[in-house]
């Protein structure tokens, strides 16, 4: 791609490089491959993503960096609690040593929802972050306090799987067609791949100082309404939880442990 940007200032360049391309009587077709590489790859995204629990009474999320495109699901840099700023500044929370070691429970089901959301049908809750965010600080107890205000009492990662199967059993009732097995005469209920659990959180989260990732960018998008994304119903509640059961929907690497309900 970097060569494709220095041949638009160098024609003797770009002349070389239709020869060996076998392009240099064919102009159109060259400039066909460089509209496509400049317009279709993605050769060095690394814009940082943001999860935001979907339409949440309350916004509660997560900031990721990224390499290539690649969300590091296991690392995340920052935990959203709070609206933007006055100033349309993302409010990030630095996730500190003392924020690691005292909610770690509460950031691991927060990471492990966020993978579940991202691999569902148009990745509700995701976007790219805006620029510039305003890093504060959070104390452990109110990032414990939002995710208990949102998903209730009880086991965090317990929570969360039975929020994800509940979203799964919604969406795959509202998009029967897409869900049947061949002799089926329901829908079916698809859980989040296996694999869905993040188990454990990465060392980057050991930082005693403020990360300054570099966030956003002219291509970042909005975040619009708190996690709002379409195609997937999310306000879950206590019913939906319950036909998820009597459906059997399971989350791979669910385990046993306090009940209740995940109301959003």
């Given at each position: ?13 770009e002349?070389?490089l239709r020869?060996?391309l ?5 102009a ?5 491959l460089?509209?496509?590489l400049?317009?279709?790859v993605?050769?060095?995204?690394s ?8 339409n ?5 999320g997560?900031?990721f ?5 690649q ?7 920052g935990?959203?609690l709070?609206?933007?700023a ?11 040593d ?16 966020a993978l ?14 805006p620029?510039s965010p ?7 107890s109110?990032?414990i ?9 009880g086991?965090?990662l ?19 067609f897409l ?25 980057g ?5 403020n ?13 619009g309404?708190w ?6 119903p999310?306000?879950v509640?206590p019913?939906?939880?319950?036909a998820?059961?009597?459906a ?5 690497g669910g385990?046993?442990g306090?009940g209740?309900?995940?109301?959003l």
């Amino acid at each position: 791609m970097h060569l494709v940007q220095a041949c638009r200032s160098q024609p003797d360049m770009e002349m070389r490089l239709r020869e060996v391309l076998n392009m240099a009587r064919d102009a159109e077709k060259y400039r066909n491959l460089t509209r496509m590489l400049t317009e279709k790859v993605v050769y060095d995204d690394s814009v940082p993503r943001i999860f935001v629990v979907p339409n949440a009474s309350r916004p509660l999320g997560l900031l990721f960096r990224a390499n290539k495109g690649q969300v590091d699901f296991g690392d995340p840099v920052g935990v959203l609690l709070r609206p933007p700023a006055p100033t349309g500044q993302l409010r990030i929370s630095q996730i500190t040593d003392k924020l690691q070691a005292q909610a770690s429970h509460h950031l691991e089901a927060l990471c492990t929802l966020a993978l579940g959301y991202w691999r569902m049908p148009r990745h509700s809750g995701w976007a790219l972050a805006p620029e510039s965010p305003c890093w504060e600080d959070e104390a452990p107890s109110d990032v414990i306090d939002a995710f208990q205000e949102l998903f209730g009492q009880g086991d965090p990662l317990t929570l969360v799987d039975m929020h994800l199967a509940a979203v799964a059993h919604m969406a795959a009732a509202a998009t029967p067609f897409l869900q049947r097995s061949p002799g089926h005469t329901g829908a079916s209920v698809t859980p989040p791949p296996s694999g869905g659990r993040v188990s454990g959180l990465g060392s980057g989260l050991n930082r005693s100082q403020n990360p300054s990732p570099h966030v956003g960018g002219s291509g970042s998008g909005g975040l619009g309404a708190w996690g709002t994304g379409s195609g997937i119903p999310v306000t879950v509640k206590p019913e939906d939880l319950a036909a998820a059961a009597a459906a059997g929907a399971t989350v791979s690497g669910g385990r046993a442990g306090s009940g209740g309900t995940a109301p959003l």
